[in-house]
T-cell receptor
């Protein structure tokens, strides 16, 4: 079966750095996405990785290792507004998105 | 540019009632999707469409129906609502299947009592 694993919840301090991991087992791979979802709102696109390596976008970076079935989302200089759930999703061989359950990130002052 | 518009935002249904969740996008996207999101679970695909007149089942289609008569609209129909259909429903669209992410609507919170 297809599976995306990510931690259920993480806590970090304002101004710090946090890394949210995602491991996947899917039938085929056509890209990995990270979305941010604030409570009661829709997911919004953060990043896309299809090749191995690090993609940096401002305070957010995303890393991919296809051989290890592993990705992480790195958030720097954490702000209170970063409190949200972070969803990892993989496009499989049929170009369907398979979603993880999300990691709820709690930022403390 | 409104993006993806979903209505209603909230709805309470009684068991056995029916309703249609509306979804409209103005980005001329070919691909549209309906997901449900339950607490502690990943988004589950209900139905999707690759263009007007073409729809297909996703992972959890039972109890739902869709139609795609135009590029813009992709309504989701619930027949004979059941408590198991209590969930948050998201409509999404994308330009292509191969590249790019999805744009989501704001969601519909449905409670079946």
């Amino acid at each position: 079966g297809q599976n995306i694993d990510q931690p259920t919840e993480m806590t970090a301090t304002e101004g710090a750095i946090v890394q949210i991991n995602c491991t996947y087992q899917t039938s085929g791979f056509n890209g990995l996405f990270w979305y941010q979802q604030h409570a009661g709102e829709a997911p919004t696109f953060l990043s896309y990785n299809v090749l191995d390596g690090l993609e940096e976008k401002g305070r957010f970076s995303s890393f991919l290792s296809r051989s290890k079935g592993y990705s992480y989302l790195l958030l720097k200089e954490l702000q209170m507004k970063d409190s949200a759930s972070y969803l990892c999703a993989v496009k499989d061989s049929n170009y369907q998105l398979i979603w993880g359950a999300g990691t709820k990130l709690i930022i403390k002052p | 540019n409104a993006g993806v518009t979903q209505t209603p935002k909230f709805r309470i249904l009684k068991i056995g009632q029916s309703m249609t969740l509306q979804c409209t996008q103005d980005m001329n996207h070919n691909y549209m999707y309906w997901y449900r999101q339950d607490p502690g679970m990943g988004l589950k695909l209900i139905y999707y469409s690759v263009g007007a007149g073409i729809t297909d089942k996703g992972e959890v289609p039972n109890g739902y129906n869709v139609s795609r008569s135009t590029t813009e609209d992709f309504p989701l129909r619930l027949e004979l609502a059941a408590p198991s259909q209590t969930s948050v429903y998201f409509c999404a669209s994308s330009y292509s299947a191969e590249t790019g992410g999805y744009t989501f609507g704001s969601g519909t919170r449905l409670t079946v009592v």
